[in-house]
């Protein structure tokens, strides 16, 4: 068992937590001498290709199922006695969203190659 403390619960072949725990092991992962990289190497105990990855990967995924379904709701800001600013408002907000939205979107193309089920 690759994490003799956890007792991972599986529903339909997938386990967040042990997910979780591969993406941390591999962010784990340095240049050294397992790679054949001496300590006077620049690249010694440097993250690996496949640590610099995962480390996207979590954080999108921390974005995907935590963060963005945890947002405010711009409409949730209507305030009747004051609409120009409220809209002024939810206007910012919904724009903020889109950018966030779109580099979020830009980040999972860029990595879409080092994503593998």
Known sequence: KAYKDRDYKFKNGRCKQAGLDHLDWAIGLTFGADYGINE?????????????????????????TETRPNRLDPHSLYDE???VETFDKIDELETKYHQEDTDMMIKLITIRQDIWC
């Open 81 to 83: 006695t004051n609409k």
């Open 40 to 64: 006077d190497d620049p690249d010694y105990n440097k993250p690996t290709p496949q640590a610099l990855s995962a480390m996207v990967i979590k954080e999108l995924y921390l974005w995907w």
